[in-house]
Structure formats: structure tokens, C-alpha cells
């Protein structure tokens, strides 16, 4: 970093310092209008079975909505959301603004649907959480066994006497955990023993180019092996071609989502698919 290569590099670094700071205050600023006014829209992106090529769930993903300005990415306000608290509102949002969404989908007779909802470290662990999630559950009338909630290794990992009470309580309901963005976080592997996970998300990163990786096509048939020994899932994360999705076939992977089937989005366009049900690519 800037200290070990010299003074030189110490005039770069400090713009781009001060830049992403501002940026942090700018958008933790505007984060709490954001709230006030509602700007926030969840777009859904399908989950494929593979065993039949038919939609099983959608994964909620986050999009901030500046009149004028355009969409921001949960990329650059979730973690400020994080650091500054505000995730917690946010996060009981999402899950209100998608079991709405869910319920609206079973009155126009979709109701094989699954769905998936991001949770960041900080706010299941919050207290009341659990709590939060069974009043909204009982409040709509949502079937539990239909719900997965996203969490990294390492929000499972850390403080993991605390994840490990939320998850069961949860797990009781019949929600279930899966394992986001697997095989990229620092961690060992001891949680998938002792966390009650359903399934893991295999991260894009060992999906590109599965064609012509031999680690990638080792690591993703590896994690499929011990997944399904541990009575796992598996959903693989980013299939952006017809070879990667050949080869998650053949190596027995249970789901898939991706470009190849449809990006994110919003909910009165993602229904027609939701129709459908099959998707042909
Ligand atoms: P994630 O949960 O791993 O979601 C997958 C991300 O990959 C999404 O980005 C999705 O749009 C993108 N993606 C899906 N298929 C493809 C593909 O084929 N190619 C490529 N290049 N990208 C693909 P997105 O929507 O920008 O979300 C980024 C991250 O933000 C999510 O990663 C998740 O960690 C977080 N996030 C999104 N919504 C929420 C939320 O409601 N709460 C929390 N706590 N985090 C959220
Ligand atoms: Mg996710
Ligand atoms: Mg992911
Ligand atoms: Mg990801």
C-alpha cells in the first residue's frame, strides 16, 4: 500500500481517499430520505431447476431509485448502509416489499414460487430480527417452507453463537439459510456442520469460463460432491452461456440463475416469465 511504495504513490492514494469518503457521506445522507421517500424497488431474478428448466424462485435484489439520477447499486449502499445502521430499516423493508410481492403473484395463481431474500450480517444479527421476520410471515400469511434468506460465510461465521440461535429459530419456522456467494469468503468450513444451512450459492467467479478452467470446473464439481453428502443444495450463481450451463448439468448441480435466463427485473416485467414457468434458452 501507499506507505511500502513510497511518498510518490501518497498523492494518488489521498484523492481517491477522499473521494470514496465523500462519496460514503454523500450517500449516508441521502439514505435517510431514501427511506423517508420510499425509493427503493426490489427487482427479482428467477432460479432455474435444472432437473426441468422450470422457474423455482426468485432472488430479490435491491435497487435505489434517485428520481432524475438514475439506479444505484446495493453494491455502493449496502455496506454504508451497514456502517451506518440504516440496514436494519431497509432490510424489514425488503422483506415486507417482497412477501406484498409474493402474495400478489399467488392471487394471480403463481404459487409454485419460491423466494430468496439477501440478509447482510449486521441486520440478522440485530435484535428482535427473528422476531421481525415471524410478526411478517403471520402478518401476510407467508408459506415459511417457500422462504430462503442469502447470508455470506462470513456473516454465519462471525459472532456464531448468535447466528447459530437466530438460524435455528428460524429454521424451526421452516425458513431455510443458504450460503451466499460460496467459496469467497475467508472461513472453514466447520459451519456448514454445525449452522443449520440448506444449501450453498456457488460464487460467479468459479462459473465464468467453467469451459476453460479445469480449477473452476474442479472447484464447482468438488462443492457439488460435498454438498450433496452434507444434503445440500446447490444454485450456481452467474450462467452467462449455454456451455456453462451444459456442464453444470452434467456435474449435477440443482440450480441455476443467471444472464443466460434473465437478468434482474422489476416485478411487473419478471411476471410474464413467472407465467411461463419454463424458460427455454
Ligand atoms: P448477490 O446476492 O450475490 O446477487 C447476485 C448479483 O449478481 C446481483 O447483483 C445480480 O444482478 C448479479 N448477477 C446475476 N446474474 C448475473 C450474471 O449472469 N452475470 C453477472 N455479471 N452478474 C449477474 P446486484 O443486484 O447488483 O446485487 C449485488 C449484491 O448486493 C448482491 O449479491 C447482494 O449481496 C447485495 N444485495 C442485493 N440486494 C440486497 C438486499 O436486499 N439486502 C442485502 N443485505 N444485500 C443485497
Ligand atoms: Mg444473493
Ligand atoms: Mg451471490
Ligand atoms: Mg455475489
Redesign the pocket.
Known sequence: CAKENGKNDFQIFMPYMLMKNLKKIEIEKNLKKAIEEDQFQ??Y?PVISLSDMEIHSV?????WVLPEKGII???EF?PV??ESGF?VK??EM?IEK?FLDMKEWEKKGIDYLHL?????AR?FKTKFFENMVQKLIERYSIDPTKISF?I?ETGAVENFDVSLRILSFLCQMGIKFLI??FGTGYSSLIYLKRLPIGGV?I??SF??ELENSKENRAIVEGIILMAHKLDLKVVA????TKKELEILKEVGCDFA????FS??LPKTEIEKLLIARKIIV
Do not use: C, F, W
Open positions: 426490489l427487482y431474478q432472488e430479490a435484489l435491491l435497487r447499486s446495493p453494491l449496502i448502509a451497514e440496514i431497509i432490510g425488503v417482497a430468496a431474500i439477501n440478509l447482510s441486520q442469502e455470506t451466499d456467494d450459492k460464487d460467479r462459473i465464468t450463481e452467474g450462467v452467462e440463475q443467471g444472464y443466460l437478468k434482474p
